[in-house]
């Protein structure tokens, strides 16, 4: 089982898309995928699971998700009240499987674990227990139910993000070529490094994958060659900016399933060929 997280403490790079994507080839490919949605706009989650997934004022966010795991990891939906009903509830939470939190995708091999938009108000709580390893140590159940997961993460360095780079094999930095994520990625790839040197030694960054390349346009090129230059883990394969994408949000279809033989669609295979064969 290979965990991957992809992850840039700047929105607007392509996250979601590029996890999703990605994911959806790899269960095209036969490989049976999760997705772990740990980004409370729950781009991921809906990309693949459509109204079920998307939220609204009057609409709660699908359930279970990743929020009731936390929830459940910290008590808040046991029954209060005498010792003996509270220690039952506590055995009763440490024996759900992780599995349970999981929902299974239109596309075969390829589930999911929903976000929720007020996953945000449990990050104190979480902290202040303890409870950073609880992502990873649930994860590692999966080995043998699964061959890939994508964890699509928040645009921030913060208790989720760590919980999944501790998790992780290998972490993706989505770029796009944008001078203020030039400026950015030092600080993400020193955030990356000191995860690795403080929790988790195997943790690879695999990448950098240049998102929205205009090929023909000078300024993307010349910053994509300083990054080289730097002696950053450019990935050869980039990603051209296309409309496809945004039909592909719409419709709720991953590229490969929308358009197999679209030039997004096979950059996006030649990248999953590229980290797959790393």
Known sequence: MLTRVVFNQKGGVGKSSIAVNLAAISAHQGFKTLVIDLDPQANSSQYLLGDDATYSTDKTALEPNIENFFDDILGNNQPKGLLGNAIGSIL????????????????KNLDVLPASPTLGGLEHALEAKH??????????????QYDRIYIDTPPAFNFFTLSALITADRVLIPFDCDVFSQRALKTLIENVIETQDDHNDRLEIEGIVVNQFQAQAKLPREVVQQLKDEGLPVLQQMLPPSVLMKESHHK??????????????QAYQLLFNEIENK
């Open 252 to 265: 709720n279809l991953p590229l490969i399933h929308l358009a197999t033989d679209h030039k997004l669609t």
């Open 131 to 144: 409870k950073i390893y609880k992502l990873r140590d649930s994860i590692q159940t999966l080995v043998g």
């Open 92 to 107: 009763k939470s440490k024996n759900k499987s992780f599995n349970s939190y999981i929902h299974a995708s239109p596309f």
